[in-house]
């Protein structure tokens, strides 16, 4: 069955990085699409970035464009986030996502930037 595991969640003060991966399996991952969404408290869950299932095209939230960047590892079965420069605003649990069918989330990974 179609997992993803995210792991690389933190408390980070503002202006420092993290990097999240999601480890993905049980499906032919370097045939699909892969994203990033995040859900801050009282909001709903909104797209961060995708990843075309080759990797040469990316896609960003206008919020992150310019300090995260998505990428994956097809021999891997791994899909990244760097994220540089954050911001209190970037508080939210963030999920891998991919459709295969239907839509599959990881269980999430808590991201807190605060001083």
């Known amino acids: 069955q179609v997992q993803l595991v995210e792991s690389g969640g933190a408390l980070v003060q503002p202006g420092g990085s993290l990097r999240l991966s999601c480890a993905a399996s049980g499906f032919l991952f370097s045939n699909y699409d892969m994203s990033w969404n995040r859900q801050a408290p009282g909001k709903e869950r909104e797209l961060v970035a995708s990843i075309t299932r080759g990797g040469w095209s990316t896609r960003y939230a206008d919020s992150v464009r310019g300090r995260f960047t998505i990428s994956r590892d097809n021999a891997k079965n791994m899909v990244y986030l760097q994220m540089n420069s954050l911001k209190p605003e970037d508080t939210a649990v963030y999920y891998c996502?991919?459709?295969?069918?239907?839509?599959?989330w990881g269980q999430g990974t808590q991201v807190t930037v605060s001083s």
């Open positions: 996502h991919t459709r295969v069918y239907s839509d599959y």
